[in-house]
């Protein structure tokens, strides 16, 4: 006989909503973010580099939209 699955469901009350975004919004605001840290980084002539824009651009982006 085979096993039964269970499923474990949150709550509708604790479940966070997550706005929807599409994949060319969301390289989009990116692509902003980096080029707004990369900017500020060259106006105080912090050290860095386009790549550590990027990286951290993405996180505050994912974050925003509470995507793991």
């Not at 989009?28 to 106006?43: D, F, G, V």
Request: proline share 4%.
């Amino acid at each position: 006989m085979a096993k039964k699955q269970r499923t474990i469901t949150k709550p509708a009350t604790l479940q966070k909503a997550t706005p929807s975004i599409g994949l060319d919004q969301f390289k989009s605001e990116i692509e902003k973010r980096a080029k707004e840290l990369y900017n500020t980084r060259q106006a105080i002539k912090a050290p860095g580099d386009a790549l550590s824009d990027w990286l951290m651009a993405e996180e505050e982006i994912k974050a925003k939209y509470n995507i793991a």
